[in-house]
């Protein structure tokens, strides 16, 4: 089974969403995952009750309840039916300074209320030259998941910050490579992100490591995120 996640980040007004969310297609064999903006997640999640694709939210906050203006925690995720979060993505942690320590606190919160999660790791420009990709890596994900032992509900999403948006993937070979790592560090389904679109999504798929692809821009696009959806079907 391949996972084709969408994270829509903070894109698109609601009838826009709406419309996207009822176009795309279903697969009888992998798992098709969007991630829409939070405010939208439960008009969607209703829109799609008889279709097979997992709606989530693309960070929630590791208290319960309370004085936390602005945050979404796990049990109102699982009030809601919601079957998935992303944790620590990059923008997240450039943009909104979450930590390594957060993170893992996050995870801990959602896999422990049995909420899938999707953990989001991957090196700067800076860190690949200077060949410290493997390193920051491995910290990422040996911090993330610290103090846990249950990872049934856990993937892993590779995504080069220096790919994400930029329109250079990371060459297949080198992710897989990537995704080989981690899953010795740890053996989880590992999604790869980062410039995915309709004409590199073959050949990052054909690797052997690569389980799924977790899609920003191209997930905003019915015809790219419905082909892309097609490409997995002949994994
Ligand atoms: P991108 O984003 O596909 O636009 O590079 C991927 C992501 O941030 O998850």
Redesign the pocket.
Known sequence: MKVIAG?W?MNLTLNEALNLADSIKTSNKNEIIIFPPSIYALKIKELLKDKNIKVGIQNVFYEEFGAFTGEISVPMVKSCNLDYILVG???RRKFFYETDDVINKKIKKALSSNLNVIL?VGETLSERESKKHFEVVKRQVLRAVEGIDNFKNLKI?Y?PVW????GINAKPEDANEMHHFIKEIINLYVLY?????ENNAYSLLSQNYIDGL??????LKKASFNKIIDIAELF
């Open positions: 994270n980040k993505h990059s923008e989001c999403a995504e790919a994400i948006g930029t992100g980062g410039s995915v679109n977790l899609i920003g821009n191209s997930s």
